[in-house]
């Protein structure tokens, strides 16, 4: 299957630049896959679609302030750093914007008095860089949020794109389908009887990157650590088992829990890295239903949901929300597919 396949035409006044508030105030598109219907409602009112015993599974991932400024040393040099993946206590891997930092070359972090040296150069196209000693604790003083290169205006509150349960540090950019949900509106799933779940997956800008290549057979995705737990396992096996619909909060979700199903029987504990690259012809184990964004052309994420639901109905639905004027990528609308 071709890359240009995933294609569409998408005009730049489009691309959310701010975050609708409140949370749950942006707009919903609703796609049935059976029917290719589509209907357009509020996102809170995604309660009228979920029923009692459904189990929404959300990442509770948290982004960590991983944009540094450093200088090359000894020239001065500027540098920005943005931190991709910790391997190892002092060392990280990062993309770094700034001219000749090769093998060997030493930076110094602004604002913390910490030198690094970069050992490699990754697969990726990243630097592998060593710094004197772990950096995790000063993040929140040197570091800033990073936000998608198509945001150009600031966020007056950095807490707007993270998840209300955001929970564990690791993430370089949101879980973004659940940028939507408020306290309150957790709660009221909760009425209603809907249950949560919580996985994590720790995402890298891998993950957002379109897929350059000429089929999309022949991209890889890089790996990215993820976790179920035995209990939240037991819980989601226990729902199939009982009929019940699993709803996946956003396409890292579905990533978990089908890498979770990959060996069959159901879904396992499972803590590691995953490179579950889906695109259509992928068969799903697990997922019932989806909870997502609009996502980027060409990029994994968008042939992800066309596995999903099909890629010429989720084609159809992205040319129904533009001709809706529906607030695309990272802080825009969502979308619901069952």
């Not at 357009?40 to 009692?52: D, M, N, S, V």
């Not at 890298?204 to 179920?228: A, K, Q, W």
Request: with cysteine; glycine share 8%.
């Amino acid at each position: 299957m071709l890359t240009t396949d995933f294609d569409y035409e998408l005009p730049p006044e489009l691309i959310a630049q701010e975050p609708v508030e409140p949370r749950d105030r942006s707009r919903l598109l609703v796609l049935h896959r059976e029917t290719g219907a589509i209907e357009h409602r509020i996102f809170r009112e995604i309660l009228a679609y979920l029923r009692p015993g459904d189990l929404l599974v959300a990442n509770e991932t948290r982004v960590i302030p991983a944009r540094l400024q450093a200088r090359k040393v000894p020239s001065g040099g500027r540098v920005e750093l943005l931190l991709l993946k910790r391997l190892a206590a002092d060392t990280w891997e990062a993309l770094v914007k700034g001219r000749r930092v090769g093998e060997g070359q030493r930076l110094a972090l602004e604002g913390a008095g910490i030198e690094g040296a970069v050992e490699a150069i990754t697969a990726s196209g990243g630097r592998r860089i060593r710094f004197a000693r772990p950096i995790d604790g000063l993040l929140d003083e040197i570091g800033a949020v990073p936000l998608p290169p198509y945001i150009h205006t600031p966020l007056a509150d950095p807490e707007r794109y993270q998840t209300v349960y955001a929970h564990t540090r690791g993430s370089v950019a949101a879980p973004t389908a659940g940028l939507h949900f408020t306290p309150e509106l957790l709660e009221h799933t909760r009425e209603k009887g809907v249950e949560w779940a919580f996985v994590l997956l720790h995402i890298g800008l891998d993950t957002f990157r379109p897929v350059t290549e000429e089929r999309i057979e022949e991209h890889t995705i890089h790996t990215e650590y993820c976790r179920i737990t035995p209990e939240v396992a037991e819980r989601i096996t226990r729902a199939k088992s009982e009929g019940r619909r699993i709803v996946a909060v956003g396409t890292t979700s579905v990533r978990v829990l089908e890498t979770a199903a990959q060996a069959g029987g159901g879904v396992a504990p499972w803590e590691g890295q995953t490179d579950l690259y889906i695109y259509p012809g992928y068969t799903f184990r697990v997922v019932d239903a989806l909870i997502t964004n609009f996502h980027l052309p060409r990029s994994s994420l968008l042939m992800l949901v066309s596995a999903f639901a099909g890629r010429e109905a989720i084609l159809a639905a992205y040319r129904e929300a533009v001709a809706r004027r529906y607030r695309f990528y990272s802080l825009g609308d969502g979308m619901l597919i069952l």
